[in-house]
């Protein structure tokens, strides 16, 4: 890792990115399974859920337990550094609470426009047609 003199920084390329964030909220509650972690959040790949727990293992926030049973049994958590990271999560969660309830619907509406396709008009005379 970069040397870094912001603390804010070094915090936000440990934890930060599309995906860490969800993954250390989902462990704040305690020990989760692989496939557990996967399904509580969606559109998160096999690939990129073991390279975040991975990076985060590396950094010592998260701890991997392997069972020696078959088929084998994978549990995380977090360890006594990533149980420091609580009140900064405990915040975040507020904090996305909070400003969910006060922009909501106009973050909900942009996120639906963003989903939904573009909407093909007719040509006019002498205009070339749209394609998909």
Excluded at 115 to 128: L, Q
């Amino acid at each position: 890792m970069e040397n870094c003199d912001c603390p804010v920084t070094l915090t936000a390329n440990v934890i930060g990115g599309k995906w860490k964030p969800s993954i250390l909220f989902f462990l704040e509650g305690g020990t989760r399974r692989f496939g557990e972690l996967q399904k509580l959040i969606p559109g998160l790949t096999k690939k990129m859920l073991t390279q975040h727990l991975r990076n985060l293992e590396r950094h010592e926030i998260v701890r991997r337990k392997v069972y020696a049973e078959v088929p084998p049994r994978v549990e995380y958590s977090l360890t006594k550094h990533g149980e420091s990271l609580k009140p900064i999560l405990k915040l975040m969660s507020a904090w996305g609470t909070e400003h969910r309830a006060r922009y909501g619907s106009a973050l909900d509406e942009r996120r639906r426009s963003k989903a939904s396709p573009a909407v093909k008009r007719s040509p006019v005379d002498g205009e070339t047609p749209l394609r998909a």
